[in-house]
């Protein structure tokens, strides 16, 4: 059983910084690209940024020169670190691995961790 554990979110001021972390646990043999999306109340999930085991990063074009993806390998865990917090960026973020796992290839979720940006 594979698992992604979210934390890290919270409620902060428009500019203000979060960084979540999202760390993979349970039987597996390789991840391979992790990513953050999100979904804001109503609208559908879209995705916030992506990187590959290597560290090669993408983001959306929201979120460029805001957020930064990132991930220890060692730690199974990948992180978002966002600044310049806005309220837009509100919304329930998901952490998302691809991985090689014993039953092959295949794509987890994590629960959500909601992020709220409110004066």
């Known amino acids: 059983q594979v698992q992604l554990v979210e934390s890290g979110g919270g409620l902060v001021q428009p500019g203000g910084s979060l960084r979540l972390s999202c760390a993979a646990s349970?039987?597996?043999?390789?991840?391979?690209?992790m990513a953050w999306y999100r979904q804001a109340p109503g609208k559908q999930r879209e995705r916030v940024a992506t990187?590959?085991?290597?560290?090669?990063?993408n983001y959306a074009d929201s979120v460029k020169g805001r957020f930064t993806i990132s991930r220890d390998n060692a730690k199974n865990t990948v992180y978002l670190q966002m600044n310049s917090l806005e309220p837009k960026d509100t919304a329930v973020y998901y952490c998302?691995?691809?991985?090689?796992?014993?039953?092959?290839?295949?794509?987890?979720w994590g629960q959500g961790t909601q992020v709220t940006v409110s004066s």
């Open positions: 998302n691995a691809d991985l090689l796992g014993l039953v092959g290839r295949a794509e987890y």
């Open positions: 349970g039987s597996f043999f390789t991840l391979n690209d």
């Open positions: 990187i590959t085991r290597g560290g090669s990063t």
